[in-house]
RNA sequence: GCCCCGGUAGCUCAGCUGGAUAGAGCAACGGAUUUCUAAUCCGUAGGUCACAGGUUCGAAUCCUGUCCGGGGUACCA
């Protein structure tokens, strides 16, 4: 970050010398040979604006007086690029930093900054899912990173305790405990299947008998109670913990969801139409008006979502971020918009919308659905993969790709996983560190420009970027961009340790520098594996 | 109907706030193994970036249209 001040605070000096108003310009990574480490397009850009060739204002940037050549030089090539060439010796400064601020290197210090994030949610009607389980693990990795950026952050689950899909829960509750005990009672329309109410029923006859109404609140109470911590302990096996739970019963008894329909009465946003109350949708850009309050009484989602959403924007965080699933993208912007109405502030919400996840087994798409009972729980991915390779796999593509996970090959094919990759090359380290401390005896003088291998300072090169990489990805929230940099620094390492020898009894300055340059690696990788909560072993 | 996502190597996908010769893994083929852990490395081969226009000095990337695939959605959430 220090080094892109400095580059552009060149090209910022050049511009006041020639008295030229710009601002639009980009400083890249370069990984093309012969062309240094960072590029500009500032020339290419200030062409049209100067009426010159790209090149000749390139040539003239590159003859600018450059007080900081110690740190880089500058050339310039066709059609109009400004090349950075980095000094080796300031990459080889780097590493000692690196390893003196450890674990805390590129981590921010504390903003001072609130952040909460909203995943998960589902309602206690039956396991998670697997496409739970991406949602779970999405949220938690965007939690860890804004917290590593310096966020006090509060992780928040949502649920309905009170609504239609509740009541269908206990009704088909009813009905299977009914059925265990020889009464004739259907499975509702549209009701839950799934083997787990049998248990659960199962568990009720045990406990409180056989002489249960269907009225009987226990079929709501204890089912919701029994699937919720079922929920927790499942989220809790791939290492997710909530700070908060919010029960959406909560804003039916204290107001909340009555005083938004007033509001939005008094101001003239909603209407009574065929015994519905509609959100005027349509007087805010919306192709059409929504329903609030269905005929039967009862809210849609839309309302107690609003009322939730009021409460969170309420609380005074400076960043709200919302994780869904698909079903969602035509409903958060309701959701949004009736924030906008009750006057509150909108700005500072954050939408991450995920693609569901199909699951292959035996080369078959399984379709899921909590309702019918085909689907394939979290539990069940559990039982069969590791924690790492489940977080690894639910964020190997962007969140709004759909997912494949074939199950089999996952399995299977275990071995060839990248996530051992990453592994691997810091047990490789582990290992290694281990070994050097049983030959080599006392520690030399520590000479980093010994390191000037094109393999030393290309692994240097990206270890030096991952506060950058950090920085980019608290506002992308895209921590799949973590996965893939440090996929990128592994193979750095691999690169650098197949080519040359660390420990060298010949060398022993040599052999002292480029053990710190291990320790460095691990770091970051280290740092990033605990990001993605994916675990760092010394032995494989 | 409306909305979202995708179409890049044989396969799975990166790259998409426009930049130089479009990348990686797997699969294929050839090499490195008395190893600082080969779960690794080196090399070869593989491409009309779905298609057609447009904007631009410059397009896989932005805009418009078309085709194909996946998904969501209606007083269920």
Known sequence: MKLKQLMNNFLQDFLNK???????????????????????????????????????????IADHQNTTKNIFTISASLPGFVNFHISDIYYQEILDQIINEAENFGKKKKLNKSANVEFVSSNPTGPLTVGHGRQAILGDMVSNILTWNGYDVTREYYYNDAGK?????????????????????????????????????????????????????????????????????????????????????????????????????????????????????????????????????????????????????????????DIFGADHIDTYPDVILGLKCLDKKTDHIKVIIHQFVTIKKGGEIVKMSTRKANFITLDELNDELSSDIIRYFFIMRGANSHLDFDLDLAKDESEKNPVYYLQYANARISNLLKRYDKEISGDEEIDYTLLKEKDEIALIKLLSEFPNKMEEVSHSLEPRKIATYLEDVAGAYHKFYGNHKVINLEDLNLSFARKKLCEATKIILKNGLSILGISAPERM
């Open 18 to 60: 020639e008295k030229i108003e710009f601002r639009d310009w980009n400083i890249s990574v370069n990984n093309k040979e012969g062309y240094g480490d960072y590029s500009s397009n500032i020339a290419l850009k200030l062409a049209k604006i100067l009426k010159k060739s790209p090149i000749e204002i390139a040539k003239k």
């Open 165 to 321: 899909q509740m009541r269908v829960l206990a009704e088909s509750c009813y009905a299977k405990y009914a059925q265990l005990i020889g009464r004739d009672v259907e499975i509702p329309e549209n009701g839950y299947v799934g083997k787990y109410l049998d248990e659960i029923a199962k568990k009720i006859v045990d406990r409180y008998g056989k002489d249960l109404k269907d009225n009987n609140s226990v079929f709501r109470d204890f089912t919701e109670k029994e699937i919720f911590t079922n929920i927790e302990s499942t989220l809790d096996s791939i290492g997710i913990k909530f700070d908060v739970f919010t029960k959406e019963g909560t804003f039916y008894k204290n107001g909340a969801i009555k005083n938004v329909l007033e509001i939005l009465k008094e101001k003239d946003l909603s209407y009574e139409k065929d015994g519905a109350v509609w959100f005027k949708t349509s007087s805010l850009d919306k192709d059409e008006d929504k329903v609030l309050v269905k005929s039967t009484g009862e809210p849609t989602y839309r309302l107690p979502d609003i009322a939730y959403h009021a409460d969170k924007v309420d609380r005074g965080f400076d960043l709200i971020v």
